[in-house]
């Protein structure tokens, strides 16, 4: 029922910005989309949410990413976006897009994206 498009990643130098973008295509009208977040999972280290956007415009940020990126969501058009600023190096890892949704049956399922990968150099 939903499917999950995310770009933007690359390489990138310390100190420099990369927007991701995940939009979300549904097969059927009655789909609805909850919660979408970024994670990220760095080689060895476990996944980790990065930033997350509710149906009611909430936000959270996690502490390390705090005042450098930012999460923006435009539920008309099923995209939820990553801008971020002053990248470090240990910024580097596979972003991943998630999103929580309903069939209208008010069931919620979890959906992952691929992952585009950031890689961000000192």
């Known amino acids: 029922h939903v499917h999950l498009t995310e770009s933007g990643g690359g390489k990138v130098q310390a100190g420099g910005s990369l927007r991701l973008s995940c939009a979300v295509s549904?097969?059927?009208?009655?789909?609805?989309?909850?919660?979408m977040r970024w994670y990220r999972q760095a080689p060895g280290k476990q996944r980790e949410l990065v930033a997350g956007s509710t149906r009611g415009g909430g936000t959270r940020l996690t502490d390390s990413v705090q005042g450098r990126f930012t999460i923006s969501r435009d539920s008309a058009r099923k995209t939820v976006n990553l801008q971020m600023n002053s990248l470090k190096p240990e910024d580097t890892a596979v972003y991943l897009c998630?999103?929580?949704?309903?069939?209208?049956?008010?069931?919620?399922?979890?959906?992952w994206g691929q992952g585009t990968q950031v890689t961000v150099s000192s």
């Open positions: 549904t097969t059927r009208d009655e789909d609805e989309i909850y919660d």
């Open positions: 998630y999103v929580e949704w309903s069939d209208g049956s008010g069931t919620r399922f979890d959906h």
